[in-house]
């Protein structure tokens, strides 16, 4: 039997219009409960058309809407095949209560890689048209160093302290490989990779079963983006999850959880059985975490708003802990240049206070024997070692070995004078040449 924390002083994000006669968690959990009716709809239905002989009955209503037969060669078929799949996507998404609807209007975009903080306003767009467009016509690493000293200085500086290598800079400089993530709640692995197969190139992600790169990056035209059985997810963002020893029936907490790539991966290892809280300090964010949610049938999850360090009240009260914390986001260099442009050496310090309250309280939620992940998609020692030596110090925090067929940078154990406990060279450092992923890092802790 899983009890579910109550908090009753969070502000729980539901559409404005309900908020009135929220019951704490219950009124959206509720409208989640009504959506799920659908999706499990929708999830025999998308069995349905795998196992379907194209020459069935369901296609033949497909052309018969179309007016013409379509038979023939396998590239009508899966022709045919999509537009049935979109049909019934478009059906599904009019089908779907106001409250769904507008979540998902209010959003631009569905989904997002590791999640990366909010989108810029548009005058910081304007300006960073000039930064994300900055190319260089000569690929040699002198060029490539020459090109992130002149965006940004300081960053060239630090970053040569933590890695100097040209590879370093030339990966860096390399857009990002696409990957996405079979939402298995939704269909099965093997049905949707050969379904995709047909379209796509896939290599698997070697430490992430159900993760794929893909040689595509218009997702919107592929109706299993659409209809949430795969989400486009960083290669190295898959991490966390994996590691965190997820079964159903319990109760995990999400700590900064939008927009929500590795909170439906959590509800994915844990076939929708059991609690996730999943938490972010803003509202913004939150429309965009809870679209994903309903995109991807996630029954199990209640959204809080809150500063992630108000968890540290609620001791021992979780079976397993992400402190996927707000970082500088240089791992997500190779998406976007403007990641490199308004980096600045002040915000680390502000930064690492924050990740130091999060990792703390997520550690106090946390029950005994239970695993807390913490990462960031970012390469400084002070964000990354700095915050987890700050645990084991303050803590009787263990940090575990990951076992993990990832190609790896050795942690820092010594950084601008301050040095690390030995154990943190039990955490993963990556680098972007390591395995050609934005630059990562995670620690596993388990509380004895
Ligand atoms: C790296 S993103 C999280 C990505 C997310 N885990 C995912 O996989 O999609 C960091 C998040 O932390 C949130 N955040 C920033 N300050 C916070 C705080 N004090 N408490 C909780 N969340 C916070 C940001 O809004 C942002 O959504």
């Given at each position: 039997m899983v009890t579910e924390p109550k908090f009753r002083n969070a502000k729980f994000c539901i559409p404005k219009k309900n908020r009135h006669d929220c019951q704490g968690a219950e009124v959206?959990?509720?409208?989640?409960?009504?959506?799920?009716?659908?999706?499990?709809?929708?999830?025999?239905?998308?069995?349905?058309?795998?196992?379907?002989?194209?020459?069935?009955?369901?296609?033949?209503?497909a052309d018969m809407r179309h007016g013409?037969?379509?038979?023939?060669?396998?590239?009508?078929?899966?022709?045919?095949?999509?537009?049935?799949?979109?049909?019934?996507m478009m059906h599904r998404i009019s089908d779907t209560s106001a409250g769904s609807r507008s979540a998902s209007q209010r959003v631009s975009s569905g989904s997002s890689g590791n999640g990366g903080e909010e989108r810029l306003t548009e005058a910081e767009a304007a300006a960073d048209a000039t930064s994300a467009n900055a190319t260089t016509a000569d690929n040699s690493p002198e060029k490539i160093r020459e090109l992130f000293r002149e965006v940004n200085t300081k960053f060239y500086e630090r970053y040569t302290r933590i890695d100097n290598s040209d590879d370093f800079f030339m990966s860096m400089y390399k857009p990002i490989r696409s990957s996405i993530r079979v939402n298995t709640l939704k269909a099965d692995l093997e049905d949707v990779v050969a379904r995709l197969r047909e379209d796509f190139h896939l290599e698997s992600v070697p430490w992430?079963?159900?993760?794929?790169?893909?040689?595509?990056?218009?997702?919107?035209?592929?109706?299993?983006h659409r209809l949430g059985v795969i989400f486009t997810q960083e290669s190295a963002s898959m991490i966390p999850p994996v590691l965190m020893e997820l079964s159903p029936k319990m109760n995990v907490l999400d700590i900064a959880a939008a927009p929500g790539a590795k909170t439906t991966q959590i509800a994915q290892y844990m076939c929708n059985d059991g609690c996730i809280i999943a938490n972010d300090v803003k509202m913004k964010r939150l429309n965009i975490l809870i679209s994903n949610l309903q995109r991807c049938g996630v029954l199990i999850a209640h959204v809080t708003m809150k500063d992630g360090r108000f968890f540290g009240k609620f001791e021992e009260r979780f079976d397993a802990v992400l402190v996927d914390v707000p970082c500088s986001n240089v791992g997500m260099i190779r998406k976007n240049f403007k990641y490199l442009k308004y980096w600045r050496a002040s915000e680390?310090?502000?930064?690492?206070k924050l990740q130091k309250?999060?990792?703390?309280?997520?550690?106090?939620?946390?029950k005994e024997g239970?695993?807390?992940?913490?990462?960031?998609?970012?390469?400084?020692?002070?964000?990354?070692?700095?915050?987890?030596?700050?645990?084991?110090?303050?803590?009787?925090?263990?940090?575990?070995?990951?076992?993990?067929?990832?190609?790896?940078?050795?942690?820092?154990?010594?950084?601008?004078g301050v040095s690390f406990n030995?154990?943190?060279?039990?955490?993963?450092?990556?680098?972007?040449?390591?395995?050609?992923?934005?630059?990562?890092?995670?620690?596993?802790?388990?509380?004895?």
């Open positions: 959206f959990r509720w409208s989640v409960r009504a959506y799920a009716e659908k999706e499990v709809e929708i999830r025999r239905e998308y069995n349905n058309i795998m196992a379907t002989d194209w020459e069935s009955p369901v296609v033949s209503t013409k037969n379509k038979g023939g060669s396998s590239y009508k078929r899966r022709e045919r095949r999509e537009e049935w799949l979109m049909h019934r992430c079963e159900e993760g794929f790169f893909i040689n595509t990056e218009s997702f919107g035209s592929i109706p299993e680390i310090k502000r930064l690492s309250g999060l990792i703390l309280a997520g550690y106090k939620a946390l239970g695993v807390l992940v913490y990462s960031t998609c970012t390469l400084d020692p002070v964000e990354n070692e700095g915050v987890v030596d700050f645990l084991i110090r303050e803590t009787e925090a263990e940090i575990e070995n990951i076992k993990l067929p990832v190609n790896r940078h050795p942690p820092f154990l010594e950084f601008d030995e154990d943190l060279r039990k955490c993963l450092r990556i680098h972007p040449q390591d395995n050609d992923t934005e630059g990562f890092f995670v620690a596993k802790i388990r509380k004895p």
